[in-house]
């Protein structure tokens, strides 16, 4: 199975601040990578596919990136919105696994 | 308006089955690429299952034997049957949709909690 370590597990940052979000596979993926925001109490919502695709109505301060097989997520200033957990998963083979989860708090 | 509503959990003894519904509306669930993906109580994202469109089918390991994924054209809903239910299947359990031409997973439902105690 293809492993994502995503980093760092918690992150304190202010309304304003960039914020940057890794995603580590353990084997090449292509770009077959997407980037979920999830609120308690909500389901997964689908910010970027194919590494660095933004999805329709998705604010443009998220944007993703890649270089080898490491991804990156990065808000470019923090909104209060923002505050959430954030997952990473690979669509590259089956299992279709995801990152351990990025929780996103106000500092 | 794309919308999954998903139905079927509860409390099951160890040992139980249970059959999730996912009814969807807005689109033909057997056109689409669909997903069952579940989240245990305080814990990550456990993608755990996947039909396409043709109707291959996959399959986490952790559930490989247990779980099947199936729909009803006739009805509209996805379905996951799940038998030999444990302790650590207790989760909420999410359906979700492709995105239009791809694989990533577009929409979602609310969920449903299953609970599997004795």
């Known amino acids: 199975d293809i492993q994502m370590t995503q980093s760092p597990s918690t992150l304190s940052a202010s309304v304003g601040d960039r914020v940057t979000i890794t995603c580590r596979a353990s084997?090449?993926?292509?770009?077959?990578l997407a980037w979920y925001q999830q609120k308690p109490g909500k389901a997964p919502k689908l910010l970027i596919y194919?590494?660095?695709s933004l999805e329709s109505g998705v604010p443009s301060r998220f944007s993703g990136s890649v270089s080898g097989r490491e991804y990156i997520l990065t808000i470019s200033s923090l909104q209060p919105d923002d505050f959430a957990t954030y997952y990473c998963?690979?669509?590259?083979?089956?299992?279709?696994?995801f990152g351990q989860g990025t929780k996103v708090e106000i500092k | 308006e794309v919308q999954l509503v998903e139905t079927g959990g509860g409390l099951i003894q160890p040992g139980g089955s249970l059959r999730l519904s996912c009814a969807a509306s807005?689109?033909?669930?057997?056109?689409?690429?669909m997903s069952w993906v579940r989240q245990a109580p305080g814990k990550g994202l456990d993608w755990i299952s996947a039909?396409?469109?043709?109707?291959?089918?996959y399959y986490a390991d952790s559930v490989k034997g247990r779980f099947t994924i199936s729909r009803d054209n006739s009805k509209n809903t996805l379905y996951l049957q799940m038998n030999s239910l444990r302790a650590d299947d207790t989760a909420v359990y999410y359906c979700?949709?492709?995105?239009?031409?791809?694989?990533?997973?577009?929409?979602w439902g609310q969920g449903t909690l299953v609970t599997v105690s004795s």
């Open positions: 998963q690979q669509i590259n083979t089956y299992p279709r696994t």
């Open positions: 807005g689109f033909t669930v057997s056109s689409n690429y």
């Open positions: 084997q090449s993926i292509s770009r077959w």
């Open positions: 979700a949709r492709g995105g239009f031409g791809t694989y990533f997973l577009s929409y």
């Open positions: 039909i396409y469109s043709g109707g291959t089918s």
């Open positions: 194919d590494a660095s």
